[in-house]
Nanobody
């Protein structure tokens, strides 16, 4: 199995940047698709970004051009660089892993981290 631990969340001013990290252990991540999802209070979980074993990337339209997902397989870590943050980006961000599946489908992912809070002030 895979264990995932997110870090890097916090409070940031609108227009600012944060970089989230997701450290994986238990299994190598190089052959996994890794995704980032977010969930605001009272809302459903939404897809944010994903990266597959070939480092092909996928983004939600709401973050395209502002967020960048990347992976460092030597560290078993996936990153989400978030720029030009908006108040509507406020949510708990979780990373997830799956060996195969549709990148933007949360139900396809087998393993989930605990989440990290991102709050963007106006």
């Amino acid at each position: 199995q895979v264990q995932l631990v997110e870090s890097g969340g916090g409070l940031v001013q609108a227009g600012g940047s944060l970089r989230l990290s997701c450290a994986a252990s238990g299994r190598p991540t190089s052959s996994y698709t890794m995704g980032w999802f977010r969930q605001a209070p009272g809302k459903e979980r939404d897809f944010v970004a994903a990266i597959n074993w070939r480092s092909s990337t996928y983004y939600a339209g709401s973050v395209e051009g502002r967020f960048t997902i990347s992976r460092d397989n030597t560290k078993n870590t996936v990153y989400l660089q978030m720029n030009s943050l908006k108040p509507e980006d406020t949510a708990v961000y979780s990373c997830a892993a799956v060996r195969a599946g549709t990148p933007n489908n949360a139900d396809a992912y087998n393993y989930w981290g605990q989440g990290t809070q991102v709050t963007v002030s106006a």
